[in-house]
């Protein structure tokens, strides 16, 4: 199928007749008529051509935002912003700028998400450095940060835990936009921790950001204000099929996203370890699959005895579960 977007393609002059691989038109004497292929000067491909071969590849393999993924690729090989490239699209690329263009392109034709093939992403305003050792932190976190932002400016309690820190997204847009908070950052994966280290650096929150290995609530000393935690919460059949489709599930750690046959085994497990670990006063702010919101409220009842709300995403759609305890 991938084949068949390029043979299609007739950029060039000539029609392209021999095509053997995911390629962005590198078998350049295939562009070439025939009369003029004895002293050809190597065809030239633009920034504009470029693209514009890549999505009909990335359409082919079923990419859903294939155009805006050529485009982010491109900017991104080329160092500038999406932005920067539409008033640039003539300008030509060099053979390695278009080798490298077609590895992140046939990448990203395998699934890989745009956020691992550009190395970073953003999050709360922050450009976090991801790869595959944690899981790319999505938009509908947000709405978690900003809950706990407003709870922590209402009340000054700004001692924080947050758990399953991944590549640190929570623990470091907390600590970048209110100064007096500080973070015990847990996760079971020595990994993430590295990665959240090396954002937590780069923010120059190090300092208010101490990273602990451990289960859940269990690297804790003390009782901490608030509790913040995007855990695992996908069933493990829901995981299954969709690691088998082309999602970017298939290259997130696991680790980061199964959570048993209903998806709240880790939750669970993490309101059961809250009795001791959170002070008087103080709120866990728990993300959740919608689907899934009722039930993560009712367990949330039981664990902080106090008043428990759902704030919806973006969508409209239910998404952190606030517990305060009494
Ligand atoms: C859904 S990811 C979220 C990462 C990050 N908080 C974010 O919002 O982008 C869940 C994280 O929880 C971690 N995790 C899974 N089980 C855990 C456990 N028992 N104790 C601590 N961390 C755990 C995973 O390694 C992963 O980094």
Known sequence: MLVRALADDSYGGGAISVVSDLTLGVDRDALVPHAHRARHTPAVITRADARIRATALLREARDDTAALDADLLLAHLCGVVKEQLYGHLDVALTPAEEAAYRELVARRARGEPVAYLRGYKEFFGLRLTVDRR?????????????????????????????????????????AVTEPRVRVIATDVSAAALALARANAEAHGVAARVDLRQGDLLAPLDRAVDVVTAN?????????????????SLAFEPREAVVAGPDGLDVIRRCLA?????????????????????????ALARGAVGGAVRVVPDLSGAPRVVVGERA
Request: net charge negative.
């Open 273 to 297: 370890q809250l009795p001791g670990k959170l002070a008087a006063g103080g709120a866990i702010f728990l993300e959740c699959d919608p689907p899934q919101a009722e039930a993560v409220a």
């Open 231 to 247: 855990l695992p919460y996908l069933p493990d059949a829901m995981v299954e099929r969709w690691s088998r489709e082309r999602t």
């Open 134 to 174: 944690a899981l790319i932190p999505r938009p509908e976190t947000e709405v978690l940060v900003e809950s706990a932002l407003a709870f922590i400016r209402r009340t000054g309690r700004a001692l924080v835990a947050d758990v399953g820190t991944g590549s640190g997204a929570i623990a470091i847009a907390l």
